[in-house]
């Protein structure tokens, strides 16, 4: 079964609002990554976090991660009509050797 | 340069044909995958090459057979694939430590997209 689960599978917000998406997993990490992916392209690494650590700050996103809780929540302030993509939680486990991906928030900022 | 290039971008194949997939990156990562990824779907992991050795296989069918030449390089044989076979396919690269299974952050090309007739 997945490893990620997230919520809500699609946003839509104005520019200049601030986007949250959240991640739940199922078994113990070593870390978590959160990726961008905009529409059929590649993706894009946008933050890891790793077990040991609460939140992360880079640009305009911020992650949090609580292993209690087996969750994780990324935050786009500010966001642009660029920021528009599906975006991904991603976890690696301790042995496993691989990522697993969570379904993926769409999001759509209209300008 | 931190870039994963693939090649074909597309590749329209009939389910008789033999094809292959290109991806290269000149990062000196040491960790290589292949994913394949339908529409409005997450990645789904296929295979992971490390240190030029394939070290997880996904149960994949074996009309997909992959190949890392060197550290540079991993190919992706296709034949006799099927409609289903249909998608995205994501070539990835990233850091690791030689006898771990440490995952860092991953890079990845801008995929092909594959249809099969």
């Known amino acids: 079964s997945q490893q990620g689960e997230e919520d809500p599978q699609a946003l839509s917000i104005q520019e200049g609002e601030n986007a949250t998406m959240n991640c739940s997993y199922k078994t113990s990490i070593n870390n978590l990554q959160w990726y961008r992916q905009n529409s059929g392209r590649g993706l894009v690494h946008l933050i890891l976090?790793?077990?040991?650590?609460r939140e992360k700050h880079s640009g305009r996103l911020r992650v949090t991660l609580d292993t209690s809780k087996k969750s994780s929540s990324l935050l786009i302030t500010a966001s642009r009509a660029a920021d528009t993509a599906s975006y991904f939680c991603a976890t690696a486990t301790r042995r496993g050797g691989k990522l697993i991906f969570g379904q993926g928030t769409e999001l759509s900022v209209k300008p | 340069d931190t870039e994963v290039t693939q090649t074909p971008k597309h590749l329209v194949m009939g389910m008789t044909n033999k094809k292959s997939l290109k991806c290269e990156q000149h990062m000196g990562h040491r960790a290589m995958y292949w994913y394949k990824q339908k529409a409005k779907k997450p990645p789904e992991l296929m295979f992971v090459y490390s240190y030029e050795k394939l070290s997880i296989n996904e149960s994949v069918p074996s009309r997909f057979s992959p190949e890392c030449p060197n550290s540079s390089l991993l190919n992706l044989h296709l034949h006799a694939l099927q409609p289903e076979d249909s998608a995205l396919y994501l070539c990835?690269?990233?850091?690791?430590?030689?006898?771990?299974?440490?995952?860092?952050?991953?890079?990845f090309g801008p995929g092909t997209r594959l249809t099969v007739l």
């Open positions: 976090i790793r077990s040991n650590e």
């Open positions: 990835a690269s990233s850091f690791t430590r030689a006898g771990t299974t440490f995952v860092d952050e991953q890079f």
